[in-house]
């Protein structure tokens, strides 16, 4: 199984007479990473949109704050002109590069095959960091939902031993296996977004078109707005670290990230379009949680508690497979050979012990942060990561412009470009916007990347732990578009 010049009808986009493909690998099978000696199962289309959904949203729980920072107009607007500049793009890329590339390892592959080794190693740094700083929120925003029936779980040693227990037990399903955890997202799925289903019923009566349209240009909240849009509509990118755990991802995942879009975008509008239209204005009263209120209002208690579980169980969705990504990710960079080979070893069950160990360990240390101070880091860390992925989407368009991509963006080399403008106008609006601290922190977790490849490449000159690269996997640098036999391999 290697990426190789061919001439026979498999699936693939011409290249003067010949066709750049994974050989052995058509429409109907399984990504290139498949082994008949792995007897766990792959994720099919359901599990994957839900899992995507996760990655992205887990439904309208946080987006609170864009009322608050800038009222009900703009951040209606916000939620369905940000998705077209930011998410759309992102997605596109996504569906694009992951069918290109079907393997674990993401984004992480598609920047090294750009740009060479060492700035995808940096990529897979900022967005491992980055994903675990947005993981370690997922427990205390449970525990936030809980303090209110149990009071001891608001601070002090009750709540610190409460982060580690329920990390422990989240951590334990994800080793059990990526299956087990997209059937898991999409039972919380529903579960989460069935009560602002109903909500939107009993709301009817109340609700005031009026109240949609209040702005006040002189009150907003630039910095707390674009971040809660960001933080809300991003990590589309997430879902390529398990395209080689994807039944036929190159069938799959576009139409799985197609569904997905549609399903954030809805899971996000309807439910600030029901919360502003159905109660008078109280901006100050938008933060974490006051959809809860706003369902006992329109609902009664019992809608409230609904409510209430169904962020705790979204905040458990959004932890699983963030964690899944990051995981599987590390396993990508072993099996390139840009980590110890320890992290490309698989359980039982397929999935990355050591990575996984990883992720957990670094979600306890960082669960300390505040709310305000995790969005901003990973925000920050994440742009970084994003402008290379940018970089990374158009140079494989103009250097290998006739590999297979199972799924292409009917644009060319100027549209792929002019598609990168807007988002990467978001980005550099969204770091200027960062405080003091948060810059400090960040570039100094980027310097220590830039340094730790190095180091990584000198612990595996002197052979203190092992390193080895998968033979299975597809290296763009050795394409001769002039030579038929030639195969991509390491």
């Not at 992480?108 to 700035?119: D, E, I, K």
């Not at 809805?266 to 949680?289: E, H, K, Q, S």
Request: glycine share 8%; hydrophobic share 50%; aromatic share 14%.
């Amino acid at each position: 199984m290697k990426l190789r010049i061919t001439t026979n009808k498999q699936t693939s986009i011409p290249m003067g007479g010949y066709n750049v493909e994974y050989a052995g690998i058509n429409e109907e099978q399984h990504s290139p990473r498949t082994n008949p000696s792995h007897s766990y199962k792959k994720i099919s289309l359901l599990p994957l949109i839900f899992l995507i959904f996760y990655e992205v949203s887990g439904g309208p729980f946080g987006v609170e704050d864009s009322v608050k920072a800038a009222g009900p107009l703009l951040a209606l607007i916000g939620f369905l002109v940000f998705p077209f500049i930011w998410s759309v793009p992102e997605a596109l890329i996504t569906a694009e590069m992951g069918t290109m590339f079907p393997e674990d390892g993401g984004y992480v592959v598609w920047v090294s095959s750009a740009l060479g080794q060492y700035w995808g190693f940096q990529q897979g740094w900022m967005k491992w960091l980055s994903g675990v700083i947005d993981n370690a929120l997922y427990p205390v925003l449970f525990l936030d939902y809980l303090k209110s029936g149990f009071p001891a779980l608001g601070d002090g040693y009750p709540r610190i031993l409460a982060v580690v227990g329920l990390t422990v037990a989240l951590t334990y399903m994800n080793f059990r296996g990526l299956t087990i955890v997209g059937w898991v997202a999409v039972l919380l799925g529903v579960f989460s977004i069935l009560p602002f289903v109903i909500m939107g019923f009993v709301s009817v009566p109340k609700i005031d078109p009026a109240r949609w349209l209040v702005v006040d240009l002189h009150i907003v909240d630039w910095n707390l707005y674009l971040n809660t849009l960001f933080w809300n509509l991003n990590y589309w990118d997430s879902i390529s670290t398990l395209a080689g755990e994807v039944d036929n991802p190159k069938k799959t995942l576009p139409k799985a990230l197609f569904y997905a879009l549609i399903f954030v975008i809805c899971g996000y509008f309807f439910p600030l379009l029901i919360g502003t239209g159905a109660v008078p204005l109280n901006r100050d009263l938008w933060t974490d949680g006051y959809f809860s209120d706003i369902a006992k209002i329109v609902g009664g208690v019992w809608l409230r508690w609904w409510v209430q579980a169904g962020a705790a169980m979204s905040n458990m969705g959004m932890f699983v497979t963030e964690m899944s990504s990051d995981s599987f990710q590390l396993l990508g960079m072993a099996e390139r050979g840009m980590l110890p080979e320890f992290f490309a070893k698989r359980s039982r069950y397929g999935t990355p012990v050591i990575g996984i160990l990883f992720s957990a360990s670094g979600v306890v240390l960082l669960s300390q942060l505040t709310f305000q101070e995790i969005v901003a880091a990973e925000n920050f860390l994440y742009c970084f990561g994003m402008i290379l992925e940018f970089i990374a989407f158009v140079r494989l368009r103009m250097l290998y412009p006739a590999v297979s991509r199972p799924y292409k963006i009917p644009v060319g080399t100027v549209g792929a470009v002019l598609m990168c403008v807007p988002p990467t106008i978001l980005i550099c609006v969204v770091l200027a916007l960062s405080t003091l601290k948060v810059m400090a922190i960040s570039v100094f977790a980027i310097l220590f990347g830039l340094v730790l490849q190095p180091f990584l490449k000198y612990v595996e000159k002197k052979r203190w732990v092992s390193f080895s690269t998968s033979a299975d996997l597809p290296d763009l640098h050795n394409v001769d578009e002039n030579d038929e036999s030639l195969c991509l391999s390491e």
